[in-house]
T-cell receptor, first 114, second 116 residues
Framework: NAGVMQNPRHLVRRRGQEARLRCSPMKGHSHVYWYRQLPEEGLKFMVYLQKENIIDESGMPKERFSAEFPKEGPSILRIQQVVRGDSAAYFCASSPFKLNTEAFFGQGTRLTVV | AQKITQTQPGMFVQEKEAVTLDCTYD???????LFWYKQPSSGEMIFLIYQGSYDEQNATEGRYSLNFQKARKSANLVISASQLGDSAMYFCAMRDSMEYGNKLVFGAGTILRVKS
């Protein structure tokens, strides 16, 4: 049973380009959470999705960021027109139930904007 | 909103000794969940232990135990018999609310260094 898979592990984008981060939850998990970790900081919640629905996007910047979790395929975090301040590690976590005693994290995608 | 405070930016411990990492939380909810994660230098987030607010006993997982003091709103992580491989960043986290599932609020973390 594979864990939460995130790809790519490392992503370099020039300012103004788009970044697409993918997260495949564990099999049977329908709840996905995205977090961002700036250097030397803890993780900050961005968005909570279930299949085809955004449940809570209170942590998402109002512009340039979007997320989806389609019926088929991975969850996607999309950042348009990236800026240097977007450089961070982006983690995805999944759960089989709404309230689970463990949130299973992927290995993260490290985005560097040059 | 929930808040997690980890007051120790860094800790040192001698190999084979026990160490306690502090975590206090702030919530007005009666039902909540507390988590500890380990983040080694390679960057992944490794789940260590979970404590529910209604759990009567402190959670334990191998060398990890959680010293849960509900009245003081503290959930300290105790690592027994420290190993060199325990050197990492440790995060305490809390469910933000029961409404939003496993949406977690994280503390700033504590860097633990194990000395040989």
């Amino acid at each position: 049973n594979a864990g939460v898979m995130q790809n790519p592990r490392h992503l370099v984008r020039r300012r103004g380009q788009e970044a697409r981060l993918r997260c495949s939850p564990m099999k049977g998990h329908s709840h996905v959470y995205w977090y961002r970790q700036l250097p030397e900081e803890g993780l900050k919640f961005m968005v909570y999705l279930q299949k085809e629905n955004i449940i809570d996007e209170s942590g998402m910047p109002k512009e340039r960021f979007s997320a989806e979790f389609p019926k088929e395929g991975p969850s996607i975090l999309r950042i348009q027109q990236v800026v240097r301040g977007d450089s961070a590690a982006y983690f995805c976590a999944s759960s089989p139930f709404k309230l689970n005693t463990e949130a299973f994290f992927g290995q993260g995608t490290r985005l560097t904007v040059v | 909103a929930q808040k997690i405070t980890q007051t120790q930016p860094g800790m040192f411990v001698q190999e084979k000794e026990a160490v306690t990492l502090d975590c206090t939380y702030d919530t007005s909810d009666q039902s909540y969940g507390l988590f500890w994660y380990k983040q080694p230098s390679s960057g992944e987030m490794i789940f260590l232990i979970y404590q529910g607010s209604y759990d009567e006993q402190n959670a334990t997982e191998g060398r990890y135990s959680l010293n849960f003091q509900k009245a003081r709103k503290s959930a300290n992580l105790v690592i027994s018999a420290s190993q060199l491989g325990d050197s990492a960043m440790y995060f305490c986290a809390m469910r933000d609310s029961m409404e939003y599932g496993n949406k977690l609020v994280f503390g700033a973390g504590t860097i633990l260094r194990v000395k040989s």
